[in-house]
């Protein structure tokens, strides 16, 4: 490179030393995990990808990182090293790994039956506290928040007569495959990177940006969108807040067209007991929640307004005799039923969030302020217990401003070296969550870490 030629600078990052310290970091990651090396290979003979589930190589790492055990905010890796960790299962375990309520509610249940195909007194009561966390008579179970949210969809469609499905471009809900779709230059375009997608998506779905009320409303004119699937902040392509007023607006836009408002609050329920609908008095006609409600059990839950449930309960009166397409015989298994019961009475509680959201704001402005010393163009957005860093000066607001501002490559150096630090994020952007179990202290050594990571990196360190 001649003299004169500037160094690459990538997001305010000097890619050079950037790529240096990448370079580093895998060495020592090798160096430090040969058992996890060893059980990586081994599980490649048998293993598709290496890995129970090929996102588990989205790590960043020069091989499948494999765990051990955990408990509360630490885990232990197959060679030892404790990590603190921040990703918590990615929402799965945001109550801490194995919560000692909930894991002793599944030691009881585990020899007094683990699945039935028949009620008890757990769902009754799961239901109970449901209907007063979140406002919503009716409830519903399955096994993951994707299969909740595909019930949810196949009900409304039976119940309102219309097919149409509107999404916010830049969703998540899961893998049900209507939502993956996208908007490029303004157009609904099918989600290249799903696979084995034979029918056209946007016959029926319909996708506009986030905070545009104004395109919202334009697509529920038409009369034919049976309900608008949501998160209340988007939070896989980048947090994305939504500006004052918004939810409260799309409210009276879904009731004067007559479509039903959905709300996927799995992620959103960092905010507090009632997720964001409760934290923001909301009233939507259907909710879903994934995996937090059970503590880290496989399970997930979704509600109906009375008047949206007695309309999908009628449909399916209406409908002819054979199986409806919903549910599956392991929905509400009594395994999955005491692990909500525990969660919802011991866990999601004002007096458990009430700390996790002290202890995320007090990361949330330690991120800022290392962001600031190092003269970084980022911005920190903060989601109850929910925090993450975007490589944008000020916060996104809608789909596609956030994914312009993803760097996969600059977000896996930054993931490795943390985890070379003892720390672990995340892996699918740059998200934190905080436990139960979360300190201030892990709160600073996770601070201090970053600032180790940024110091010789950043564009305005000493060369």
């Not at 051990?68 to 060679?79: C, E, M, N, S």
């Not at 004052?244 to 607006?249: D, E, H, L, S």
């Not at 959103?268 to 937090?292: E, M, N, R, W, Y």
């Not at 309960?313 to 199986?323: E, F, T």
Request: proline share 6%.
């Amino acid at each position: 490179m001649p003299h004169n030629t500037p160094p690459e600078i990538r997001h305010g990052i000097h890619w050079g030393r950037a790529q240096a310290l990448l370079q580093q970091e895998v060495a020592a990651f090798t160096a430090r995990n040969p058992r996890s090396q060893a059980l990586s290979q081994r599980a490649q003979a048998h293993l598709m990808f290496g890995v129970p589930l090929h996102w588990m190589t989205d790590w960043g790492t020069p091989f499948a990182l494999q765990v051990a055990h955990a408990q509360g905010t630490r885990l232990v890796d197959a060679d030892g090293h404790t990590l603190l960790d921040f990703c918590l299962g990615d929402t799965g375990a945001m109550f801490g790994h194995s919560p000692p309520v909930v894991a002793q509610a599944l030691a009881r249940q585990a020899s007094r039956g683990l699945t039935t195909m028949l009620a008890g007194e757990d769902a009754a009561v799961v239901g109970e506290l449901l209907c007063a966390r979140f406002g919503l008579s009716h409830w519903q179970f399955a096994m993951t928040a994707t299969d909740a949210n595909r019930y949810v969809l196949r009900w409304l469609r039976a119940a309102s007569g219309r097919k149409k499905l509107l999404v916010f471009n830049g969703c998540y809900h899961g893998t049900i495959e209507d939502v993956f779709v996208d908007l490029v230059d303004g157009v609904p375009t099918q989600r290249d990177s799903l696979l084995g997608q034979v029918h056209d998506l946007t016959a029926h779905t319909v996708v506009v940006e986030f905070n545009d009320l104004a395109a919202l409303e334009a697509a529920l004119a038409s009369g034919d969108v049976a309900c608008v699937l949501a998160e209340p902040a988007l939070t896989n392509i980048g947090m994305v807040l939504p500006e004052p007023g918004f939810w409260q607006a799309v409210q009276t836009l879904t009731r004067r067209y007559g479509t039903a408002l959905v709300l996927d609050e799995t992620h959103t329920i960092s905010c507090g007991p009632g997720g964001f609908s409760g934290a923001h008095g909301l009233q939507p006609d259907a909710i879903v929640l994934g995996k937090p409600v059970g503590g880290g059990l496989p399970c997930a839950a979704y509600g109906f307004s009375a008047d949206w449930a007695a309309r999908v309960v009628q449909a399916k009166r209406d409908a002819p005799p054979g199986h409806s397409g919903v549910g599956t015989t392991l929905c509400g298994n009594m395994l999955a039923m005491a692990a909500m019961r525990a969660t919802l009475e011991s866990l999601m509680t004002p007096e458990v969030f009430a700390p996790m959201l002290a202890t995320a704001t007090l990361l949330a402005e330690g991120l800022r302020s290392s962001i600031a010393r190092h003269g970084l163009p980022w911005c920190v957005t903060q989601l109850g217990a929910r925090t993450e860093f975007q490589f944008r000066v000020t916060p996104p607001r809608n789909g596609s401003e956030a994914g312009a501002a993803l760097d996969s490559e600059l977000e896996h150096l930054i993931h490795l070296a943390l985890l070379n630090r003892g720390v672990m994020i995340t892996p699918f952007h740059n998200m934190m969550l905080i436990c139960p179990d979360t300190t201030p202290a892990d709160v600073h050594t996770l601070l201090a870490a970053f600032d180790a990571v940024l110091g010789p990196i950043s564009a305005t360190a000493a060369a």
